[in-house]
């Protein structure tokens, strides 16, 4: 029997590779998982009630390009947060932001760019559904180094001009994961300017812009819209799961170009994959809504301060500017990982898990990434017991 080939490359996901690493050795206390980007702040109080007001539309087609209630609020969120205005059309929901990076390669990416085969541009490290969606239309991916030497952002403009001219299009994720980084506005305007020269899209990974440390991050919206660039050249994906704690409730939106959300509808339809009715409702409250996420990130906040007081001496450690998430350095990720958790229980995941050896060097190896998702004190715990085991 075939199979397809184009996947043969990938390796295993970061979670199955980090049990086979862990998984056959004990624990050295009680375990503190500190591995994935999961919110355990409260779920808004208005999420049962709405839920069980519209229990019986579940039993409903939902529509697949949204409620006009939840374009209105994307919309009406979109204008306070960044100053723009979209129309409905220019706005679609989502299950979540990964179903957005994934799909966007199948609704954006050509078959061939300038005759030639299309190129993808991400940050490496990233997060893992862009380089298979890359994979998944026989595009190119191409790994930017996101390291210490560029503020942990892509380079692209250091990029050959053979590379630049067949790429079709290229992720940003601000803040990032893991490293944290936050693109400021003339970074995310100089990749826009970028995208013109060489005509490919800007896909803007956002689903972390609310959680951050001194002020909030522009968005590429707001930056295309102030400089004026083509609206094309951008398209944005963000979900509620991190901004309010609703990771299991699989609600985010993309916006964009009019003819890029048409595609992405297009693609959906198909698909089969609309948010359900109550779910629409949720979100729409949840977007409408400030006083939670402000209260969340409040605690963010704190957990930020608790970090710097912990790691106060260890050599070469810098918090993030934005999203829940420490990017530590280390000697060797994997040997630390194992370390961390035959000594102590705590579960930290190796920051090669995140990234792609290319040239012989993985850029992720000498770091380990950790999740500051657990209850300030259990959290406090597990920072001062990786310190204690690390960096003693």
């Not at 078959?111 to 490496?124: H, S, W």
């Not at 963000?238 to 609703?246: A, D, P």
């Not at 699989?250 to 339809?269: K, M, N, P, T």
């Not at 630390?336 to 102590?344: D, F, G, I, N, Q």
Request: net charge negative; charged share 20%; proline share 9%.
């Amino acid at each position: 029997m075939a199979f397809p080939e184009r996947f043969s490359n990938l390796p295993d996901y970061a979670f199955p590779r980090l049990r086979t690493l862990l998984d056959h050795h004990e624990p050295g206390g009680e375990p503190i998982v500190m591995t994935i980007g999961e919110p355990r702040h409260a779920v808004p109080d208005f999420v049962g009630p709405i839920l069980q007001a519209h229990l019986n539309e579940f039993g409903k087609y939902p529509p697949n390009d949204g409620t006009p209630g939840l374009l209105a609020a994307i919309a009406g969120w979109l204008r306070l947060r960044y100053g723009v205005d979209l129309p409905p059309d220019r706005i679609m929901p989502l299950n979540g932001t990964r179903e957005g990076l994934f799909d966007a390669c199948m609704a954006l990416c050509p078959e061939v760019k300038n005759g030639q085969q299309p190129v993808v541009l991400m940050p490496n490290p990233f997060y893992q559904p862009y380089s298979a969606a890359a994979l998944s239309v026989g595009a190119e991916p191409v790994y930017v180094p996101a390291g210490p030497a560029t503020g942990f952002l892509p380079d692209y403009t250091s990029l050959p001009k053979d590379i630049l001219d067949r790429t079709a299009l290229a992720y940003l994720c601000s803040p990032a994961n893991p490293q944290g980084a936050v693109a400021h506005r003339d970074y995310i305007a100089e990749v826009l300017h970028l995208a013109e020269k060489h005509d490919f899209i800007l896909l803007s990974d956002e689903c972390y812009s609310e959680i951050w440390r001194d002020q909030p991050p522009v968005g590429a919206l707001q930056v295309a819209d102030e400089i004026g660039a083509d609206p094309e050249r951008v398209v944005v994906m963000n979900s509620l799961s991190k901004r309010s704690n609703l990771a299991g409730l699989r609600s985010g939106f993309v916006a964009g170009g009019a003819e890029a959300i048409r595609r992405f509808r297009q693609l959906r339809a198909y698909g089969g994959s609309p948010l359900p009715l109550p779910v629409q409702h949720v979100s729409e409250k949840a977007w409408g809504d400030e006083a939670h996420v402000d209260a969340s990130r409040a605690l963010y906040q704190e957990k930020f301060t608790i970090a710097d007081k912990v790691f106060a001496n260890v050599q070469g450690y810098q918090g993030p500017e934005g999203g829940f998430f420490l990017w530590l350095p280390v000697d060797d990720g994997e040997e630390a990982a194992l370390k961390s958790w035959c000594e102590t229980g705590v579960r930290v995941l190796p920051g090669a898990y995140l990234a792609r050896e290319v040239g012989g060097h993985n850029p992720g190896k000498g770091y380990i990434r950790v999740a500051m998702v657990a209850p300030k004190e259990e959290m406090r715990r597990g920072l001062t017991m990786l310190r204690d085991c690390l960096y003693g």
